[in-house]
């Protein structure tokens, strides 16, 4: 069954940094986009990064919202299936479950497959 | 990258039918046919109910069905189960490789 596993949650105090990782299991990752969202504490969801797949003239570009631009970084791991997501800079706002999510592909803009969760809680 | 607006809360009895709606702006909702549904069991994964407007993935009950008129969208439920409880998630395309999610939506069923 195609599934990601995500692992890298963690208690950081403002102002540190934390690497996310997500890994894919029985699809090939690097031929999809791969979305980060994040929910914070009885709060919705919010769309957080996206990284195109890796093939075509855009391929690994990358796309974040607003609030997390020149902070959060993402790349590709060297061995194809795993995703970073790089968070530098860390507020008590970034606090939150951190969901990496399979883009459906086709032009289709939604998400498939998503991870487990991983915490994310940023305390002093 | 305002967020979609959603009721807080619906609620209905089993075997009733209820609809969420789903209303943003033409820069997202009204302006592409890239809205998707999500349902969210508290401490599970999301799940995809609805993508494109009204198509739904392979494996996905037909007692969903999603909508959408101008700037709003909606999600029916038709036949509520008591496992249709759960939270309630749309999301739209808005442009330049950005998306948006609704507040979300807490379904009760009676």
């Known amino acids: 069954q195609e599934q990601v596993v995500q692992s890298g949650g963690d208690v950081v105090q403002p102002g540190g940094s934390l690497r996310l990782s997500c890994t894919a299991f029985?699809?090939?990752?690097?031929?999809?986009?791969i979305h980060w969202v994040r929910q914070a504490p009885g709060k919705g969801l919010e769309w957080v990064a996206f990284i195109q797949y890796d093939r075509g003239n855009d391929a690994n570009k990358k796309y974040y919202t607003d609030s997390v631009k020149g902070r959060f970084t993402l790349s590709r791991g060297s061995s194809k299936n795993t995703l970073y997501l790089q968070m530098n800079s860390l507020r008590a706002e970034d606090t939150a479950v951190y969901y990496c999510a399979r883009d459906l592909g086709s032009g289709s803009f939604a998400f498939d497959i998503w991870g487990q969760g991983t915490v994310v809680n940023v305390s002093s | 990258q305002s967020a979609l607006t959603q009721p807080a809360s619906v609620s209905g009895s089993p075997g009733q039918s209820i609809a969420i709606s789903c209303t943003g702006s033409?820069?997202?909702?009204?302006?592409?046919?890239?809205v998707s549904w999500y349902q969210h069991h508290p401490g599970r994964a999301p799940k995809l109910m609805i993508y494109e407007v009204n198509k739904r993935p392979s494996g996905v009950s037909d007692c969903f069905s999603g909508s959408k008129s101008g700037n709003t969208a909606s999600l029916t439920i038709s036949g509520l189960h008591s496992e249709d409880e759960a939270d309630y998630y749309c999301s739209s395309y808005a442009g330049d490789n950005t998306w948006v999610f609704g507040g979300g939506t807490k379904l009760t069923v009676l």
């Open positions: 033409s820069s997202d909702v009204g302006g592409y046919d890239y």
């Open positions: 029985k699809f090939i990752f690097s031929t999809y986009g």
